[in-house]
DNA sequence: GGAATTCTCTGACTAAAGTCAGATAATGTT
DNA sequence: AACATTATCTGACTTTAGTCAGAGAATTCC
């Protein structure tokens, strides 16, 4: 553990230090880093100035007088918006492009020369772990959380899920047949209901719901295609068991459609056993158990 | 190749926001950055302002000025050095002792909330993910360049390589037996000697003397323990081969001892091919040769 | 239609980070 | 001993980055 943390450290310094290399030739194109950073960000995902501050968490006025500087340099134009009025909406004008431009170049440059001095098999590598490091970095920022089945992340979880099984059922996908859609059973007291979210955004969900005085339900566990190999399913599972341990129960359960093989193997993997058919959902082909 | 270069742009990208994360930690403390960086090189590798000013890269006058600060809030005591009486030793007081366990607690922190929200298998994966940039960063790191032999870096290499093949031979290693040293034939235009640095300090050396019009030898080919497994090995051995190939030589061939199993394995992997004695080196059991 | 809210802008600040030109004292060089 | 060099310090300065308190216009809410 301890070597874990002292990797992780070592790691940071020494990639810092390359990061830094990366801020100083936005530097040297004789902009200061803020114009830089803000110039970069309008060319590659443009926006208002509201949506700019937000993304770069930026004071408005620190962030209009940015804009000011841009504008009188050539870079971009701000125009208030058609929609509405008071926000303003930004454009790169040429000289803006071709500066954006540049700075990919540099951006470009500085990643080749990392990869310049070594040899095939090791950029391959590197680029390997690099995109590992990315994915596990992405896993560890996900926040699980507990809420309302009600609430707008929660439903559009759902409805993704709804129209994810549609999609791979043959027969299609009518939730009202696997049961009546009732978000109550997943409210405290006895059911819950949580969400994954990635910056921001619900990429997964599930619910869990009382049976029995002794029994929970998983049910509508769903991770969002973007989000998957990120351990995210697993990481779901393991909430809501805990969440059922707390509720005092003394196993859940859960059913699977055949369609499914990716979820099946999760539930093997984590300890799930096979048991006969514990509801007449026309949908399920498997049914699981899991003692606490 | 430009997929390469996009990811090693997104990890720069993503890693560097959480580098920020970091530095915020610093400042949460109540002292800004810079005077913090400095407290934290200070405990760490010491020495006098000089070396500080150096590895920092700090202005002088800037320095004078951190240091009168963290002077003046009693974590460090600067007194004239002994031997030069012009430079300025630093020392951590007990009060700056501590605030640097205090930050390394912080980094500790930080590197455990990035690994805490994920499971073991995911832990162990991005660690070693970690320690694989780390590595590659450092092979990127290294440069290699032509030399005298006589410059004190190329003869502490070839010093360090006579020792360690004393220490690996059954029968020590004596250098005059196996040919008298000369240094002169490492000297252009003829021979070249190159040597590999890491963050300024000699790591390994090879040297390449002619044999005759078309052939080349490629002698004291060495990597520092410390720096092994990151294919500089391989690395000197190319550039080496470069170098002959531009002084018009057609083969390069070496020889090498039965002990040193892993350069055998280098040399053939390079595409070296085992050939008959072409001198009497009593301690080479093996001799390669390459066409260029 | 009036009040509350939202978005942006301006003026007036501050702290941090760094630069530059000497001044001073110690050390090297010849 | 004279002169050059080196290491540090001080004062005076600039740039960057950011904060905060309103003001004004547009929009939303009731």
Known sequence: MLNQ?????????????????????????????GEARLLFEVGHDGGNARELRDRLGLDSGYLSRLLRALESQGMIV??????????????????GTAQVETYDRLSDDLASSILAPLDERQKAKLVEAMAQVERLYR???????AESPATADARACVDLYIRELNQRFD????????????????LPPDGV???????????GCGGLKRLDFQTGEIKRLWVSPE???LGLGRRLLNELEALARQR?????CLDTSGTLTEAQALYHAQGYVEVAPYNDNPYAQHWFEKRL
């Open 78 to 95: 701000v125009t208030p918006s058609q929609a509405d009025r008071r926000v303003r909406d930004i454009r790169l004008t040429q000289a």
């Open 5 to 33: 943390i002292d990797q992780v450290r070592r790691f940071n310094r020494i990639v810092s230090q390359r990061a830094g290399t990366l801020d100083q030739s936005y530097l040297g194109q004789g902009r200061p880093l």
């Open 171 to 186: 027969t299609g996908y009518d939730p009202d047949t696997a049961g009546p859609l009732d978000d109550s059973e997943f």
């Open 248 to 252: 005092g129960m003394a196993k859940v």
């Open 139 to 145: 896993a560890a920022a996900v926040t699980v959380s």
């Open 227 to 229: 989000a998957r190999g």
């Open 193 to 203: 209901f949580v969400v994954a979210r990635l910056d921001g955004k619900a990429i």
